[in-house]
């Protein structure tokens, strides 16, 4: 307890008297925030009732006529306690007709998230979950997608299996995860926090969307603010990640500006939203669909949100991949 108050102290900046405060009164919130996925103490044992969120309502078009399937969300990836825990969908983007963006909702009620951290991005060689994903994390495996920007770019910190590699900022957009698998995007030191219940933190600039809106002074031809753009292109390959009102996890992937993007995300019903990385030799998201239940995820039965992806689903098994990235698995 005594190492795991001294950690808490470094991430958050606090004195350690101030992190007992933190730890006690920020235990007993998550609790209540981030259990619905269903302990129940009875009779003095932990029993696990198998929850699931909504299915997803189809998402309006931005412009004229839909095109076919536009918006109509479609299940993917292996089952979780028989139902479907991720759906995606494509939606033209809002200035541009012709170009589509993919979106995936993911149900954090029947999913486990896990940080998979890089000897480049976070940096070191100590990560216990790092490419390529084992053969016993396939067995479970539904979903994986890119993580953030390299370090030097995110302007936040990261913290994963008890190491900080750098300083988590307040006001940062954060993806938190914590020990039941549960996972959010919000923003460091307001809507989220270190408790004795986090056990990963990655933190890329600030949000993008509040209030289930973008936020203010985004402008379409930025190409440096909310990260650099190969080739300064405007409508390059950008990724973000939301949380719904409900819990849901939004991400959203496609060749876009800035402001599409955001707005993208609102659509799909996110109340915040931050970006993930960007370029097209970094965005990825795919499911996987063993034949059996218990099946191993392979890049065999892997497929990618969108055809024109340049990173296939095998990225994740290959040891060469030194970045981080996020999986989503069958609690």
């Not at 996972?183 to 460091?188: D, S």
């Not at 876009?256 to 931050?274: K, Q, S």
């Not at 392979?298 to 992806?309: F, K, Q, V, Y």
């Amino acid at each position: 307890m005594k190492r795991r108050t001294v950690v808490l102290a470094a991430v958050t900046g606090l004195s350690l008297c101030s992190v007992a405060t933190v730890n006690s009164a920020g235990a007993a919130r998550s609790a209540v925030q981030h259990s619905s996925d269903a302990k129940r103490l009875i009779g003095g044992k932990i029993h696990t009732s198998v929850a699931s969120l909504p299915t997803p309502k189809a998402l309006k078009p931005f412009r004229g006529t839909r095109f076919t399937g536009e918006g109509v969300w479609r299940p993917a990836g292996r089952l979780a306690a028989g139902r479907a825990a991720v759906y995606t969908t494509s939606i033209r983007l809002p200035g541009t007709s012709g170009v589509a963006a993919g979106i995936a909702w993911m149900d954090t009620k029947l999913l486990r998230a896990r940080l998979y951290s890089g000897s480049l991005s976070p940096g070191g060689l100590f990560w216990k979950y790092t490419a390529p994903i084992s053969p016993s994390a396939s067995g479970t495996l539904v979903a994986a997608f890119n993580g953030g920007f390299l370090m030097k770019d995110t302007k936040g910190g990261y913290f994963s299996e008890g190491h900080l590699v750098a300083p988590l900022r307040r006001g940062g957009a954060s993806l938190v995860i914590y020990r039941n698998g549960y996972a959010t995007v919000g923003q460091w030191g307001r809507d989220v926090g270190m408790t004795s219940n986090v056990v990963a933190v990655r933190q890329n600039l600030t949000l993008l969307v509040e209030k289930g809106r973008p936020v203010r002074g985004l402008n379409p031809a930025d190409t440096a603010t909310w990260g650099s753009a190969l080739g300064e292109v405007v409508n390059t390959w950008r990724s973000g990640l939301g949380v719904t009102k409900n819990g849901a996890l939004i991400y959203v992937v496609g060749q876009m500006n800035i402001v599409d993007l955001a707005e993208i995300l609102v659509r799909a019903g996110a109340v915040r939203a931050m970006t993930l990385d960007m370029n097209p030799f970094w965005t990825v998201f795919a499911t996987f669909s063993p034949r059996s239940t218990h099946g191993l995820a392979s890049p065999a039965n892997g497929r990618d949100l969108l055809a024109t992806m340049l990173q296939p689903p095998g990225r994740f098994f290959e040891s060469g991949d030194n970045r981080d990235f996020v999986t989503m698995s069958v609690k």
